[in-house]
């Protein structure tokens, strides 16, 4: 075959030279892994060609590479004194020492900040591609991706989701047939002939860089010129041990580890450049011995570098705050949350062209399954879309979507069916600020109709898990419970710079509510005390606001409640909190979700560890919430699981009795 290309600015002893300086930088990393410097490894050792690709990319593309493209990020234009760095976990690395090696990120060069979870940075990467897409730019995106996943449900969604919109989105599978230590030939789905003609598919044996070269070329030019995305599948062999904590020989035949051996590609091109005269024996001992040269100085160097500080644990888990601005809606008059948050969508679409909407069946004439979004699509029918049922499309969209510059307000049409979204959310929305020392960020809005108190839901249409997502560093969660607070609060995220998880309860989607004639700006964190009183604090939020007021009128020749309506789950008005209880001593926390592990259970722990706290109490606090069980479909169970108020009512008399 032909290994030639015919592209004069294709250097083939400059590859050479990225190729050796790849494979050095292993081998340094293996060697000081074996001193007992450093914890871990994982090696690109046998794909190094990958280093072509970047020759084909422009400035303004975008790369979402995988851990073993060491190769491909040198050629990007990272230092390997960068990549050193990054092996010793260094203060000045990429991640500020809070990734492993191999996951590369540069916001500098569009390199997006790479992932453990295998496959989950390819929604992410269709996110950006739309964004190009929809603000068309010529620029295109380059994935990469192991062949083992490419059995993640999330590879599918991936190419689904690409083929569908025709992103200008090329996903590279390098495939070296293996995933540890299976051999991924009979899972692979490519050899299961799972995908047909619905893709341009381009097979390549990637184990020379000219092959990569002349196979790539076109697929770029094809892909910058709008027609659509394309499945290269690069054939390569892993010429070590997965990682260092992995021991191939276990798995693989001595002979089979030759025979890979014998195809080294760093080995094969520079004997090949050799033979052809284009390059001499003695230049190229040269080149290695400058080469080694700059990768010991470069580790060295990396070696004597700070160290993170562990004063900075906590920053760039969430950006610096933003003041609020009071939002744009009509005050004086009687409203419905649904209503104010349809409006608050229209005024935002309006003030800018970079607001999105994405979810399911969101498009006129249904605008969405609670009318959330109705009329959204008709006005600004380039910036609303429906989307396919595929949460973790969703979530992964809007990521992408938002690392590009874009506002992403997407909608789950339930919280109940968020789950398939929950690897993008847990792995990629709140962990990328803080896994890139805030060089990425992901500012949206997800928000989805939550919680029970309205029959015949049953156990998908009725959960309240808010905790399940406060759980997670980096993402605020919201759960309003009037229009004012609807409006104020989904105003505020969407105008902040962190990721928002905004939760409306359905049982209150309808009720109308007056509200004040000037509206307040509402900040993110900030509890609202619903009404003043003195003998018991009672907290609460969303659907239980309405049955602590039904609890207080019942109450209200026996005690005066102050009644603080949360509003923000994550993070939670600790302050305001804390004031109430040293003023009445007492504690009732009421809640929709799941008595264990619950934000309900947070704020009493919290209260009772604190000493500025826990000194006021004069009786037990207490919680009222669902307990550790699902709600029925039949009405009977629905309301013997969830809190009632002869519960909060009983509660509440509890400590008063103490």
Known sequence: MNNQTNVSSYNRIEILKLMYLSREGDRREGVLLRQGKGWWRIAGKGHETMAVVPLLMRRDDYLFPYYRDRAMMLARGVANADLALAYFGKHKSSSGGRQMPGHYSDRSRNIWSVPSPTGSHLLPAC??????????????????????????????????????????????????????????????????????????????????????????????????SGEGPTVMVFHLDRLCSHASSDDQTVYRSQREIERVLAQDPVEAFS???????????????????????????????????????????????????????????????????????????????????????????????????????????????????????????????????????????????????????????????????????????????????????????????????????AHLPGIYVIVPSTPEDAAGLLWTSMHCHDPVLFLIPKNLLRNRMEIPLNLE????????????????????????????????????????????????IQPWDKRTVTESVKKTGRLVVVEEDGRSCSVGQMIISEMVDDPDSFYSFVSPPRLVSKPDVHIGYNPIYEYAALPGVEDVVESIRFTLEE
Request: glycine content about 8%.
């Open 271 to 469: 004997l090949e450049l050799i033979k052809s005269g284009e390059l001499s024996e003695s230049e190229w001992e040269g080149i290695k011995e400058s080469i080694k040269a700059q990768v010991d100085a470069d580790y060295i160097a990396a070696e004597n570098e700070l160290d993170p500080s562990s004063t900075e644990l906590m920053d760039h888990t969430f950006s610096e705050s933003v003041d609020p601005l009071p939002p744009p809606l009509v005050g004086g008059r009687r409203w419905r949350i649904v209503d104010a948050v349809n409006y608050i969508f229209h005024r935002a679409a309006a003030e800018s062209s970079d607001y999105f909407f994405f979810g399911e069946d969101i498009e006129d004439p249904k605008g969405g399954v609670f009318g959330l979004t109705s009329g959204l699509s008709t006005s600004h029918p380039e910036r609303v879309f429906n989307s396919p049922l595929a949460e973790a499309t969703i979530a992964g969209i809007g990521v992408g979507m938002a690392c590009y510059g874009l506002k992403p307000i997407f909608e789950f049409q339930f919280v109940d069916f968020i789950s398939p979204a929950w690897n993008q959310i847990s792995q990629n929305l709140s962990t990328l600020r803080w896994r890139s020392f805030g060089d990425w960020s992901a500012p949206c809005v997800f928000y989805a109709p939550y919680g029970a108190y309205s029959t015949g839901g049953g156990l998908w249409h009725s959960q309240a898990n808010e905790s399940l997502y």
């Open 521 to 568: 700006a509402v900040g993110i964190g900030e509890a609202r005390v619903r009404k003043r009183g003195s003998d018991v604090t009672v907290v609460t939020w969303g659907n239980c606001v309405d049955l602590v007021i039904a609890a207080s009128n019942k109450l209200s020749d026996e005690a005066e409640l102050e009644i603080i309506d949360l509003r923000t």
């Open 127 to 224: 996110g950006v591609a739309w964004a190009m897409k929809l603000k068309k730019h010529s620029s295109i995106v380059v994935a990469t991706v192991g062949d083992a996943a490419t059995r993640q449900g999330e590879f599918y969604e991936a190419v689904s989701f690409a083929i569908e919109r025709q992103l200008p989105l090329i996903l590279i599978v390098e495939d070296n047939s293996y995933g540890i230590s299976t051999n991924t030939s009979k899972y692979n789905p490519f050899n299961l002939g799972v995908f047909g003609g619905e893709i341009n598919l381009v097979e390549v044996d990637a184990r020379h860089p000219d092959r990569v070269f002349n196979a790539l070329d076109p697929v770029v030019q094809r892909t910058r």
